[in-house]
């Protein structure tokens, strides 16, 4: 299978948002904090806030089978390492469990070797099972657990 990523052109943001309430109710059910993301207000932010944004489809064989949303920045205070960090990352429902997603994963990171990014990273929710199993399988390690509480 020939598993590729395209930038998503302007034309393309409403259809590619158009699929972030069926990822953020997936998403939803492993947060700890069991407050449904916003989806509007969520899209807003991400169109006001588009610097080192990059936004992919996912596609198998031509078809539309993902997404991936990454963001570029600085490695703080090494200013001209970059990390790319994977924000959102998403295979349709219909087309998982046939390494789509590590194919794209290694299409990502083959992209970044070639542009020199320093590190790639993926967040993963604490009870996201599937997708910790899925990122150590690609050699993503953990190194840091981010903790929390309401003040
Ligand atoms: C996690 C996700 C990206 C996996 O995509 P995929 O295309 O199905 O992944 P692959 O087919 O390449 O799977 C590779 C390996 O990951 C692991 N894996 C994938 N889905 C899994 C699941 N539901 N349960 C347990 N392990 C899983 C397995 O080890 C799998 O290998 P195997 O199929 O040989 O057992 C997809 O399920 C998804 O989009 N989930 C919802 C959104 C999400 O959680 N995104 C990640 C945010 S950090």
Request: charged share 25%; glycine share 0%; no cysteine.
């Given at each position: 299978m020939d598993v590729t990523l395209r930038p998503v052109p302007e034309s393309e943001y409403d259809a590619f948002f158009a699929h972030f309430p069926a990822y953020h109710a997936e998403l939803d059910a492993y947060d700890p904090r069991r407050e449904p993301y916003d989806i509007q207000r969520g899209i807003e932010a991400i169109l006001d806030d588009m610097d080192g944004r990059e936004l992919l489809w996912i596609e198998a064989d031509g078809r539309r089978s993902g997404f991936v949303m990454v963001r570029l920045d600085s490695d703080?205070?090494?200013?001209e390492r970059t990390i790319a960090s994977i924000a959102e990352f998403y295979v349709f429902p219909d087309a998982r469990r046939s390494g789509i997603g590590t194919a794209a994963v290694e299409a990502l990171l083959a992209q970044h070797r070639a542009r020199g990014t320093y590190l790639v990273e993926a967040s993963i929710l604490r009870d996201n099972g599937p997708a910790k199993e899925f990122w150590a399988r690609l050699g993503f390690e953990v190194h840091l657990f981010q903790t929390a509480r309401r003040p």
């Open positions: 703080w205070p090494d200013i």
